[in-house]
């Protein structure tokens, strides 16, 4: 069984890669895709099977899925042109008679109304309408989304935001790429839809409060009009069309947009995921080690 994983030049794809690996599925079995494959060459010479894609390119795409029976589609990046991206992906995965395909989309996908799950809810359709078997990965918010914002975080005294006291279940990147393995290695799992989050959901007071436990300075939270959020972000280097997407899916954290009560994470982990102040002291511990 041949598993094709693409992004995995990227932090999630190259985090599935390592999970099949620690299963115990042969390294000629998995073809680690992505566009920048310098960047795991260290996989290859483990005995990978490493291929060039770019979505925008359907022959690469086409090329580098021959001879898999599964395929992970990792959402593309460039928001505004992954429907069509994607699009290449799964009509190229299907003209290479792969049997199953999983999809990174996002939590809550057919119900919430954040801007940035647009293009994750066009994509689930063009699966419906491919005739591949398919699995979707509902993922939630990730928690390095917020601890690799602490040192601003601790600079600044404050985690701006515009999700009031929503609650949101973020959960470890690593968790969300080991919930991904186990599936690729199940049988049975076309149809499957899988809501993804952390068991523990917290608001960004909450984060605020662990932030400022970890690190010893004071940090609170300040909630800010999406119009005000957006600035700020935009002030941070952000592009503003980004960052207004940012600030419209706090929004949906108010909403109760990103709260996952399914359990599907840490079932399919066999584990609790990986708690809010374990992932924040870790990265308190780092940055105070740097």
């Given amino acids: 069984?041949?598993?094709?994983?693409?992004?995995?030049?990227?932090?999630?794809?190259?985090?599935?890669?390592?999970?099949?690996?620690?299963?115990?599925?042969?390294?000629?079995?998995?073809v680690a895709a992505g566009r920048t494959v310098d960047r795991i060459a260290d996989l290859g010479q483990r005995g990978v099977q490493v291929r060039t894609i770019d979505y925008s390119q359907p022959e690469s795409l086409r090329q580098a899925f021959a001879g898999a029976h599964k395929v992970l589609l990792v959402s593309g990046s460039e928001v505004g042109q992954r429907v069509e991206q994607h699009r290449n992906a799964i009509e190229a995965a299907r003209d290479a008679g792969v049997g199953l395909i999983a999809y990174t989309s996002v939590a809550n996908a057919d119900t919430t109304a954040m801007q940035l799950a647009a293009e994750h809810i066009a994509t689930e359709?063009?699966?419906?309408?491919s005739g591949v078997p398919f699995v979707l990965l509902r993922?939630?918010?990730?928690?390095?989304?917020?601890?690799?914002?602490?040192?601003?975080?601790?600079?600044?005294?404050?985690v701006f935001g515009s999700a009031g006291e929503g609650r949101v279940s973020a959960a470890a990147r690593a968790d969300y790429a080991a919930a991904a393995a186990a599936v690729l290695l199940r049988d049975d799992q076309g149809?499957?839809?899988?809501?993804?989050?952390?068991?523990?959901?917290?608001?960004?007071?909450?984060?605020?409060?662990?932030?400022?436990?970890?690190?010893?300075?004071?940090?609170?939270?300040?909630?800010?009009?999406?119009?005000?959020?957006?600035?700020?972000?935009?002030?941070?280097?952000?592009?503003?069309?980004?960052?207004?997407?940012?600030?419209?899916?706090?929004?949906?954290?108010?909403?109760?947009?990103?709260?996952?009560?399914?359990?599907?994470?840490?079932a399919l982990l066999g584990r609790p995921t990986t708690p809010l102040r374990e992932a924040v002291q870790a990265a308190a511990a780092s940055l105070q080690a740097s």
């Fill in 1 to 30: 069984m041949t598993i094709a994983i693409t992004g995995a030049t990227g932090q999630l794809g190259r985090l599935v890669v390592e999970a099949l690996l620690d299963s115990g599925l042969p390294a000629d079995q998995i």
């Fill in 125 to 129: 359709e063009i699966l419906r309408d």
């Fill in 139 to 158: 993922n939630g918010w990730y928690l390095e989304n917020y601890t690799g914002q602490l040192p601003v975080q601790v600079q600044h005294g404050a």
């Fill in 191 to 266: 149809g499957k839809v899988y809501e993804l989050g952390g068991d523990d959901a917290f608001t960004l007071s909450e984060l605020a409060g662990e932030v400022s436990a970890a690190s010893g300075k004071p940090v609170t939270y300040t909630d800010l009009p999406a119009e005000k959020y957006t600035q700020v972000l935009v002030e941070a280097g952000l592009p503003e069309p980004y960052a207004a997407i940012l600030a419209d899916s706090d929004l949906g954290i108010a909403r109760g947009d990103l709260l996952v009560t399914s359990g599907d994470l840490s």
